[in-house]
């Protein structure tokens, strides 16, 4: 059995050395990550493999407003 543990900000909370944050445009984020798992007009879903065949894939879910990035939810499983 695999826990998992999700994580949404709205606000920029910790400082990371990323052009991803609260804020930034669909452009810059499709740039910066390449081609998503998802995508329309409110979201961008991408799915980011774990080393271990046992774990399900961690996800990030960007949502936008307006063309900028307003909401950020992580999904990633905990190890046993």
Do not use: A, C
């Not at 709205?10 to 998503?36: A, K, N």
């Amino acid at each position: 059995m695999v826990s998992l543990l999700g994580v949404t900000t709205t606000s920029d909370v910790l400082e990371i050395d990323s052009p991803v944050h609260i804020g930034v445009d669909r452009g810059t984020v499709l740039r910066e990550l390449g081609g998503p798992l998802y995508e329309d007009g409110d979201q961008i879903v991408y799915s980011l493999k774990e080393e271990s065949d046992d774990l399900p894939n961690d996800t990030v879910r960007l949502v936008f407003r307006d063309d900028r990035v307003v909401g950020i939810d992580w999904t990633y499983p905990l190890g046993n």
